[in-house]
């Protein structure tokens, strides 16, 4: 497949553990992006990431969240000690040199 | 501060009407403009995007998008709207030389009526 994937593609949880979630980007795209998309709204900015320079974490909205991306490749969310509030969709987008973002079909988490 | 404006939160049009969704930009440098579209339970999906040129984009599914400096918009049409139009429809705009700096809008629902 040519797009971008992310798994799992729903994930409940109960309050307090933690998650991963795994985004694999287009192949040859420099540019990996993490957002936060809640019931009727748009798009929250969590994590970039370009190549080998350090990621921008600015949108992290709290130290339960981190991200790695490894290899330039594949990345995984992870979000400690999961709240309620923490229940959205979170998409990933890959992006080449260009700045046009192709995301993925997002995981849906929901904590209980 | 950069922003992206969806005016209109909700529309409903007739199968077959014309369409246009409006957005508005803040952006201090020359901006480059996308147009997402998001089915029910799906991910975002590029329609079109504008970087320079031309300032009638022409993108997937019958939709085009106009960009107007002196307006500071890039509303998207589509003459002729079919039922699989219902969805979310997002504005962005990003940066030419920065990666990072992508601000979206909050989103315009289209729903299309028999």
């Known amino acids: 497949g040519a797009g971008v994937s992310q798994s799992p593609s729903n994930k409940v949880t109960e309050k307090g553990k933690d998650v991963e979630l795994r985004c694999d980007p287009i192949s040859g795209h420099t540019a990996l992006y993490w957002y936060r998309q809640s019931l009727g709204q748009g798009l929250e900015f969590l994590i970039y990431?370009?190549?080998?320079?350090?990621?921008?974490k600015s949108g992290l909205p709290s130290d339960r969240f981190s991200a790695e991306r490894t290899g330039g490749s594949v990345s995984t969310l992870t979000i400690q000690r999961t709240q309620q509030e923490d229940s959205a969709v979170y998409l990933c987008?890959?992006?080449?040199?260009?700045?046009?973002?192709?995301f993925g079909p997002g995981t849906r988490l929901l904590v209980l | 501060a950069q922003s992206v404006t969806q005016p209109d939160i909700h529309i409903t049009v007739s199968e077959g009407a014309s369409l246009e969704l409006r957005c508005n930009y803040s952006?201090?440098?020359?901006?480059?403009l996308f147009w997402y579209v998001q089915s029910p339970g799906q991910g975002l999906q590029l329609l079109l995007k504008y970087f320079s040129g031309d300032t009638l984009v022409q993108g997937i599914k019958g939709f085009e998008a106009e960009f107007k400096r002196s307006q500071s918009s890039f509303n998207l049409r589509k003459p002729s709207v079919h039922w699989s139009d219902a969805a979310e429809y997002f504005c962005?705009?990003?940066?030419?030389?920065?990666?990072?700096?992508?601000?979206f809008g909050t989103g315009t629902s289209l729903t299309v009526i028999p």
């Open positions: 962005a705009v990003g940066a030419a030389n920065t990666g990072n700096q992508f601000y």
């Open positions: 990431f370009q190549g080998n320079s350090a990621p921008d």
């Open positions: 987008a890959s992006s080449p040199t260009a700045p046009a973002q192709y």
């Open positions: 952006y201090g440098a020359t901006p480059y």
